[in-house]
């Protein structure tokens, strides 16, 4: 099951439409997605508008991958249950967000392990065409933050 | 018993709320065997600790008299406490606390936020003087006379 969220604040309209178009072409795929206040419901899977955060928390544990728009708390999430997931940064010229935040933050989430980052409607293509590379479950964060936790550790310990 | 407790170091744990805050939550295990409280401006962020946490006002750079306040809630805060160690991920709470926290003897420890990938956040530059331990998120930014990499978070 492939999960899609666009967050709280805002619709998300382009995001929707990529996928929907994908679905349609990709029918043995299941699909669940929270879009927002959106004028454009996906015609090819299932939507909804808003989910509660625990609502929404179980979503994003039974899917294999994650599809969103760069919120960290929705980046934060995918990675807390080992999930791929790829983003697409919402253009501030598009009126699609209320600053360029998404396009600067999606660079370094980019260089995060299993975060794929399409900084166009193509590249999304591309990359849902070949999700079934993703590695799913994998626990790749686990000790990711133990070299700065020890170091810091000895900090404090040498104080 | 008694001197293994007097043994732990008391850490002062300091980051605005929001995506500071997250990152500095990720480095609870490195205060495991420290006596630790946190400093922040949002009362929601009490909710999901046990620990103390001390609130103070939110304030950014460019809020002068709402700065002024925040400054004097830490220094009275660190004045009290009397730390050994001082830590933040930022922004200008995180600032405040290295600097009042080194004129009065703490360690200092700033860790630049994740998200600055371009370059050391603003409030990271400044921090220099009083940090006695200075980190980027990112090999690409230490260096010779900068931050050092010691790693990320995520």
Redesign the interface.
Known sequence: MIYVTVGSQLPFDRLINVIDFWAGENSDEELFAQIGRSKNPPKNFESIEFLTPSASDQYFKKAQLIISHVGMGSILTAIKYNKPMIVLPRKHELIEVRNNHQEATAKWVDQLPNIFVAWDEYSLLDLLNSNDKFNVNNDVYVNRQSPLIEYISDSISSS | MSNHYKLR?K?LAVSSSG?HW?QLL??K??????EVSFLTTNRDCQKEMTERVFIVKDAHLDEKVKLVIMFIQIFWIILKLRP??I?TTGAAPGYAALMFGKLLGS?T?W?DS??N??ELSKSGKKVKIWAD?WLT??EHLAAEDGPKY?????
Do not use: N
Request: proline share 0%.
């Open positions: 170091k850490v995506g997250v990720r480095l295990k490195s205060f495991e065997s420290s050994d160690v830590i360690k420890i860790l994740i998200a990938y371009d331990v998120q990112w010691a790693g990320k978070i995520l």
